[in-house]
């Protein structure tokens, strides 16, 4: 099992260019999240799917779409990026009731 | 909507001094808790998690908490830290009986003096 997978690792967007972080899971998960990382702020949640078909705003979903593609997949999209959004993003799946929430690597996101 | 707190944002302990961070939580019924680990340029690691049953947790690297209802706290302890344990630590919380969010604190970074 590869776990939870993301892909870019790394991305340089200029402002107001688009791109879509990956993010992928081959544990059968129900619930999948998108994290941003910041020095001194934690991990805010920006979007987060408790199941296939839905989706739900976190603390911080203003400049973000997702999509919860299938099963496995749950994409983050930037329609047009700003400076603000230079981070870490951390994709996250978590089976059903008590199971623990696993982590994918990160991708590290600046924007000029 | 749940919330968690970590008051202290850098804490310094002697390398086999005890450790105590702090976690405090506001959800209205029992929450789930999380506590993980950050190594620098590393991801997540799980310590441990608490979702009901005995309120003291034991976890990896011979870490432990408390959940405590009467004062909405899950703080982390080790009885005797090692220079490995350097890193930031993160409190988080979930809402069992509403959704599947969860939610984490700003973080604690905790610095090893030799």
């Known amino acids: 099992n590869a776990g939870v997978t993301q892909t870019p690792k790394f991305q340089v967007l200029k402002t107001g260019q688009s791109m879509t972080l990956q993010c992928a899971q081959d544990?059968?998960?129900?619930?999948m999240y998108w994290y941003r990382q910041d020095p001194g702020m934690g991990l805010r949640l920006i979007y987060y799917?408790?199941?296939?078909?839905?989706?739900d705003k976190g603390e911080v979903p203003n400049g973000y779409n997702v999509s919860r593609l299938n099963k496995r997949e749950f994409s983050l999209r930037l329609e047009s990026a700003a400076p603000s959004q230079t981070s870490v993003y951390f994709c996250?799946?978590?089976?059903?009731?008590?199971?623990?929430?696993?982590f994918g690597p990160g991708t590290r996101l600046t924007v000029l | 909507a749940q919330s968690v707190t970590q008051p202290d944002i850098h804490i310094t302990v002697s390398e086999g001094a005890s450790l105590e961070l702090r976690c405090n939580y506001s959800?209205?019924?029992?929450?789930?808790l999380f506590w993980y680990v950050q190594s620098p340029g590393q991801g997540l690691q799980l310590l441990l998690k608490?979702?009901?049953?005995?309120?003291l947790v034991q976890g990896i690297k011979g870490f432990e908490a408390e959940f405590k209802r009467s004062q909405s706290s899950f703080n982390l302890r080790k009885p005797s830290v090692h220079w490995s344990d350097a890193a930031e630590y993160f409190c988080?919380?979930?809402?069992?009986?509403?959704?599947?969010?969860?939610?984490f604190g700003k973080g604690t970074r905790l610095h090893i003096l030799p």
């Open positions: 996250a799946s978590k089976g059903q009731g008590t199971d623990t929430q696993y």
């Open positions: 544990m059968n998960h129900n619930s």
């Open positions: 799917s408790a199941s296939e078909g839905t989706t």
């Open positions: 959800y209205g019924a029992t929450p789930y």
């Open positions: 608490y979702f009901s049953g005995d309120t």
């Open positions: 988080a919380v979930g809402a069992p009986d509403r959704d599947d969010k969860i939610i």
